[in-house]
């Protein structure tokens, strides 16, 4: 079992900067891959990015030049930079671990969310 504590969360302006931070504790398997969804009112779920152990990324188009996710490995933690927000950014911020040593077997632990809400 792995648990996840987001935090960083927050009412920001339009142009403005947020950083979130997710903490993984538990059975923390070395080489994993963790990331950043998030959920708008009304919408699916979402992909944001996400970042493995060893350092490969995959960021969404919506990401993209504006957010930068990194980790530290030594602390199980990721980070997600958010650089000019815009109102569409409005939306629960999900971190997400994942565990898949087998080709069929992936293990999925989500953090409770945190909201972000970018408003004037």
Known sequence: QVQLVESGGGLVQPGG????????????ARFNTMGWYRQAPGKEREL????TSVGTTNYADVAKGRFTISRDNAKNTVYLQMNSLKPEDTAVYFCNYRYSPLRDYSYDSWGQGTQVTVSS
Not at 48 to 51: C, D, E, G, P, S
């Open 48 to 51: 944001v990015a996400t970042l």
């Open 17 to 28: 900067s947020l950083r979130l931070s997710c903490v993984a504790s538990g059975s923390v």
